[in-house]
């Protein structure tokens, strides 16, 4: 290929072979080897799309495979490579656990840090169960004074964030004064908060304590009277109760061990998915811890000043009620204050318990949906220490890796608004889910739509809601999209048309080649880099060109690579529904389709289910 | 900015149905911005009115264009070639760039595509509410910067009314803010709720002369 293309001087490039998944870049490395820019390729995937994945004489086919790569091929223009400098120091917010020992190891691998904790001392935090594991919070904060690498604010908030990955500005108010700092990436560790689980009659009092009282009840060396039983609640309120179930099992341990009490947990579900947990359990249980479990909270009472706990048990299957000289009360684990402001002041998602970080797959353990800003520990949702440990590395591989050489090679302007015709709607910017979008001044005259080249995961879910069709997407713009539909020109009559997401419909059907599993031949699959990027309007355009039925195809709820693309590939659809009703053809020909990438028998489904309807609705 | 949306599809068809050949012609401002009349949108109901007339067996070549202004006559004439080449024009713009249209082109029959609706803002993307009724005699300053005309649903001069929700909200559409609940706690923030003890007298909507125009002074 390589002196082919030096001899010929040929000036782009259509493989027609394997599936792009695994060897566009291979491909693109020859191109650039030979001197063309990576980016003027198209691949036409006649192996696990056609030849494997149908019986018979394919050749129709394939030639129309071809067709669609060579008219892409046309248009395509060169993608330019430019290296970026990028601020190394990063910014952790939080002052306990995580966030020390977030800012320890970064510093360990040369990065510098600013430890921004809003109470007045480091450790401060409700980290006190991090005892347990032998971790002693002074000595943290004693390696962090020593640090040179970490400068530590304490009684000091964020108050604004701009900019983006490498080139985070931050304003920060310490007191009276204001700083303004600039940063390559964010840590967000700002732990949890917990509520006691007190029913509306139950008071706060000596003999109803938290955990933490408890703790301090435990290590007080001239409490005045041991409690000889001791209850604990677990699990009723709150389903989330790892960590409050590691508190319990400790305490109640201690307990026993120390004052020798009768200690009962009342429990809806013991949680014991952490390590060292189940043994935790059993060692409670073999010490004479009683375990007692009811499916509803049990009923509290005071009772002579001691209190009194009833329940129904569910292995005995009878009421008990006990009288214990302390009640210790279930504790609810929740974000800590000040989350839902941060994550508004960064503008990123919160899970549906007010925790950072969005319920996606593709973000955990610590990423969020904008490149440099991440979150760990406690902040995140209910980590056991173990958990933590593992995001406290996560952090610092991913920061290491963005941030340590102080520079990094983007693709430059895949993804750009074309000033001339960017009207300053501001859509893109509310859409985009990595915050890549602002408004700037172009050439310093009029405001238009920026798109940042470091921020950018070029998933096209700004070029398909543009109202201007001004967002320009080299490989799959509108051009690029048209010109594979035209190329099937007449002979689209009764073909179907299936946009498949890179991420998940794509390589489906590759592994529904690869197994060959056969399906219908009549699908002409087109790549897009998100579901999110599929334009009403190329839907439209695949029926005016003569298509039979139009897939739409993205990864499964909650899954998407770029956070709100499927669900707005599904609105896209259901709006196209309507379109299409509207003008006397049948709606149900476009249809959503969400899958993994492992999903090739949902692939093959999606495919008959729409060449069904087709078929029904005698295209 | 002018807030419009699409009309239904059967009377766009029917304003056409007469014709083979017609012009969809968007405008580059407020429209696209709203998702109106944009480029995008007259792909949109172009592709649509193709697959609608194919489907019928009654072919229709629907060109396309988009300029910045179909309220500049300067801008509507850039698209003039195209404009000769129809039989009609389908306009996506607001009610004043479908009549600049009509008047550059008298010969041509040129029809409204969409409705315009109010002058407003995006409360968020996708959706856009009233903001101003464009009376011409503008009574913010009484009103801490909430418009009771539109945003009242009873366009009360001196409000609130009885039916006012808890929460403030409307009692004609719970949803919705009561626009003299806002106006309250505005002038609440300002230390300036006296404004509210006084009366006004209904307003005088003579004051718009209709056709409105506006001179600026220095032109």
């Known amino acids: ?619 | 900015m002018i807030i419009a949306e699409r009309k239904p599809m059967e009377e766009i068809k029917q304003l056409i149905a007469p014709y083979k050949k017609v012009l969809v012609a968007g405008c580059g401002t407020c429209v696209t911005v709203c998702w109106a009349g944009g480029e995008k949108e007259v792909a949109m109901l172009a592709s649509q009115l193709r697959l609608a007339r194919s489907g019928e067996g009654n072919e229709i070549v629907a060109l396309e264009a988009t300029v910045e202004r179909q309220c500049e006559r300067e801008m509507v004439a850039e698209i003039k070639d195209k404009v000769a080449e129809v039989e009609a024009v389908l306009s996506l713009a607001c009610g004043s760039g479908v009549q600049t249209m009509a008047e550059m082109f008298e010969d041509k029959p040129v029809f409204p595509a969409v409705n315009t609706t109010f002058i407003g803002m995006p409360e968020k993307e996708g959706l856009w509410v009233e903001m101003c009724g464009a009376c011409g005699d503008c009574f913010l300053d009484r009103t801490g910067g909430v418009c009771p005309i539109v945003r009242c649903a009873k366009g009360l001069l001196n409000g609130p009314c009885g039916g006012t929700r808890k929460g403030g909200k409307c009692e004609i559409d719970p949803d919705k803010d009561c626009a003299w609940v806002l106006i309250y706690r505005r002038l609440e923030k300002q230390g300036r709720l006296d404004v509210m003890r006084k009366y006004y007298a209904p307003k005088n909507y003579r004051a718009v002369k209709r056709p409105g125009k506006v001179q600026a002074s220095k032109a």
């Open chain 1, 1 to 619: 290929m390589l002196s082919c293309i030096k001899e010929e001087n040929i000036e782009r490039v259509v493989v027609a072979a394997c599936s792009p998944e695994f060897t566009e870049h291979i491909f693109r490395e020859v191109l650039e080897k030979s001197g063309l820019n990576g980016h003027l390729l198209s691949m036409a995937n006649i192996r696990e799309q056609c030849s494997w994945a149908h019986e018979g004489d394919v050749t129709v086919k394939v030639v129309e495979l071809v067709k669609m790569a060579v008219n892409r091929v046309r248009l395509l223009l060169p993608v330019e490579e430019r290296e970026l400098p990028v601020n190394r120091k990063v910014l952790v917010v939080g002052g306990g656990f995580s966030a020390i020992n977030a800012a320890l190891q970064l510093s360990r691998v040369g990065l510098r840090t600013t430890l921004l904790e809003k109470e007045a001392v480091l450790g401060d935090g409700p980290g006190k169960l991090e005892s347990f594991y032998g971790f002693d919070p002074s000595s943290m904060i004693s390696a962090v004074e020593g640090d040179r690498n970490i400068e530590v604010l304490t009684s000091a908030q964020m108050t604004t964030v701009e900019g983006k990955i490498g080139d985070f500005n931050v304003r920060i108010r310490k007191g009276e004064e204001e700083i303004f700092l600039k940063y390559g990436a964010i840590v967000l560790a700002t732990g949890y908060q917990t509520e006691l689980a007190l029913d509306s009659g139950m008071e706060f009092s000596q003999n109803i304590v938290s955990q933490e009282q408890f703790c301090s009840m435990l290590r007080n060396p001239c409490l005045e009277t041991k409690p000889k039983s001791i209850g604990f609640m677990l699990d009723f309120s709150d389903e989330n109760s790892r960590f409050p179930t590691l508190a319990t099992l400790y305490n109640a341990l201690e307990a026993k061990r120390k004052w020798g009490s009768e200690v009962y947990v009342f429990y809806k579900s013991v949680k014991v998915d952490s390590a060292g947990m189940e043994n935790l359990y059993q060692e409670a249980r073999d010490c004479g811890v009683v375990f007692l479990k009811s499916e509803t909270s049990p009923r509290i009472t005071a009772d002579n000043g001691r209190v009194k706990i009833e329940a129904k048990d569910v292995f005995l299957g009878e009421d008990i009620t006990l009288t214990c000289d302390v009640l210790v009360a279930e504790e609810m684990y929740l974000p800590a204050e000040g989350t839902e402001k941060l994550s508004s002041l960064l503008n990123t998602r919160r899970d549906s318990r007010g925790f950072y970080q969005d319920e996606n797959v593709h973000l955990y353990p610590v990423g969020s949906e904008k490149k440099g800003i991440f979150f760990i520990g406690g902040c995140r949702g209910d980590l056991d220490l173990g958990r933590v440990l593992t995001d406290i590395s996560s952090v610092v591989i991913n920061v290491h890796e963005l941030l340590s050489s102080g520079k990094t090679v983007v693709d430059v302007e895949i993804v750009k608004a074309d000033p001339q015709k960017c009207v300053a709607c501001l859509t893109c910017i509310r859409v985009c889910p990595h915050g890549a979008i602002q408004l700037v001044r172009a050439d310093n005259s009029k405001e238009v739509a920026g798109i940042s080249d470091l921020a950018c995961y070029a998933c096209g879910i700004c070029a398909a809601i543009c109202p201007a069709k001004a967002i320009r997407f080299k490989g799959y713009g509108d051009d690029e999209i048209l010109a594979q539909i035209e190329a099937v020109g007449e002979s689209l009559n009764g073909r179907n048309v299936a946009f498949c997401c890179e991420h998940s419909a794509y390589p489906a059907a590759d592994l529904a080649g690869r197994l060959r599993l056969h399906y219908p031949e009549n699908i002409r699959v087109i790549r897009v880099p998100c579901a999110g990027q599929v334009d009403v309007f190329h839907i439209l355009k695949a029926f005016e060109k003569g298509a039979a039925a139009v897939l739409v195809m993205g990864c499964e709820d909650g899954a998407c690579h770029h956070i709100t693309g499927n669900t707005r590939a599904k609105e896209r659809v259901k709006y196209c529904n309507m379109l299409l009703k509207e003008v006397k053809v049948d709606g149900r020909l476009v249809a959503m389709f969400n899958l993994s990438p492992n999903a090739p028998h949902k692939f093959i489904r999606a495919v008959n289910e729409i060449a069904k309807i087709s078929k029904e609705s005698g295209r």
